[in-house]
């Protein structure tokens, strides 16, 4: 009893209750989504509302439990953990359900399924925070920086092999942990990475020639620059220029020959290249209708033409936000968005207040997760990034969701517990 008090009151109750709201406001949100006359009980089990209480329930407890364990746990057997779900990443590729062009499911018997690549997420989180936490670790030694990534690309690589391109995206995340820790060139990992899509998107608007002339004209332009001031690392510039120029040169082959055509639909959509709003660019188009149809303060709960209509497919899932869009208005989709907002700036702060690498580390970690699936997702929903199907933390209807959020914050939130019990 006295140690139940005790968690209790070293809990940081801000996160805790950012967190209920959030999943309360997905809750309600999918009653509204998935609303039905003939069971209008928001607790009736037959329905998705009521099957996602459960899984609000069993979130919790789970929760509740991990906070329950000794911190140090998570640290002594995070390689175990991460292994774990290597081996489930590896079963589902054998005895995987496919859902919507995705073998990532494992189904467990009565209408129960489980994607491992959810908990695959905070696997990896915690491998990583454990290794980088050991004394002997320095990132600057060649031997720990491929140890780090190869924790991080492999999980990446065997969910990509799920076909699963979304959920692969959000390993890209752990970029901003190994900025925060001092990995080597992890800063213009980030500025090559936001080149690369700016490139790519450039070359698919305005055609590889266009985007040869712009770079031959860069590359004159500082040249001169180099040759008037006499500065190092004219050969460094150059090898740059001769990537980027090779990066351009790839982008036709790789868009014609490597993404599949509803991925290459989606991102010419996106672009404008393509006007298919009654096939392949109809979710987002209805999304958009949706949420601009609510205007500032909305039409009001249950009162969404939009929504009560089926015209958003997937409406309870990836793409919630916009019944939060048209019900609450820009009012309603103000409010979540400032909850994440809050949510990430607080386990920020938390983390910079640890007293261990691996609780620091393991707090940036899921900032980047949930940045990365809240920035993706509500992107998606508006139009300004392509269609790729993941779920809005917290908010998306899916057990393994709520389960692998909910277990990822409350370890956090323990850890921050125990803070003061480190030396």
């Known amino acids: 009893m006295n140690e139940r008090n005790s968690i209790i009151g070293k809990i940081d109750w801000v996160t805790v209750l950012i967190y209920l709201a959030l999943v309360m406001i997905g809750w309600f949100s999918i009653f509204s989504a998935r609303y039905n006359e003939a069971h209008p009980s928001i ?5 998705v509302y009521g099957k996602q209480l459960l899984w609000i329930g069993g979130a919790l407890l789970v929760g509740f439990v991990i906070l329950l364990i000794d911190a140090k746990f998570f640290n002594v057997f995070s390689l175990w953990i991460y292994i774990f779900f290597l081996f489930c990443l590896f079963a589902v590729l054998v005895y995987g359900t496919a859902t919507k062009g995705a073998t990532a499911w494992i189904d467990l018997g009565g209408g129960v ?16 925070a454990g290794y980088l936490d050991r004394l002997d670790v320095d990132l600057q030694k060649r031997k720990d920086q491929i140890v780090t990534a190869a924790l991080i690309l492999i999980p990446m690589a065997l969910v990509l092999l799920q076909n699963d391109t979304g959920s692969a995206i959000v390993f890209v995340s752990f970029i901003f942990v190994l900025y925060r820790e001092g990995f080597p060139g992890a800063g213009w990992v980030m500025v090559a990475g936001v080149t690369a899509i700016l490139l790519f998107v450039f070359t698919l608007v305005w055609s590889q020639k266009v985007m040869y002339i712009i770079l031959g004209v860069l590359l004159v332009l500082t040249l001169t620059y180099y040759l008037i001031t006499r500065k190092k690392g004219i050969v460094k510039m150059l090898g740059v220029f001769a990537i ?66 089926d015209f958003v497919p997937e409406q309870h899932t990836d793409f919630i936000f916009c019944t939060i869009g048209e019900e609450g208005g820009f009012l309603g989709t103000s409010v979540v968005v400032l909850l994440y907002v809050a949510l990430l700036i607080r386990i920020i702060i938390l983390a910079e207040r640890q007293r261990s690498t691996f609780s620091r580390v393991y707090g940036y970690a899921i900032a980047g997760i949930l940045f990365v699936h809240v920035a993706i997702n509500i992107g998606m929903t508006i139009g300004l990034v392509p269609v790729i199907g993941i779920p809005l933390p917290f908010l998306s209807y899916g057990g393994s969701s709520m389960l692998a959020f909910t277990m990822m914050l409350a370890i956090f939130v323990k850890q921050d517990a125990n803070r003061l019990n480190v030396l």
């Open 113 to 128: 399924k489980l994607q491992p690549s959810e908990f695959a997420k905070m696997a990896t989180a915690l491998a990583v």
């Open 43 to 47: 607790f009736d089990l037959t329905q």
């Open 244 to 309: 980027a120029f090779m990066f351009v040169f790839s982008v036709d082959y790789a868009f014609n020959n490597v993404l599949q055509e509803h991925q290459k639909n989606r991102i010419l959509v996106l672009l404008g290249q393509l006007d298919d709003p009654k096939g392949v660019g109809y979710n987002v188009h209805q999304s958009k209708i949706a949420i601009g149809s609510g205007g500032f303060a909305g039409k009001g709960f249950l009162e969404g033409t939009q929504t009560k209509y």
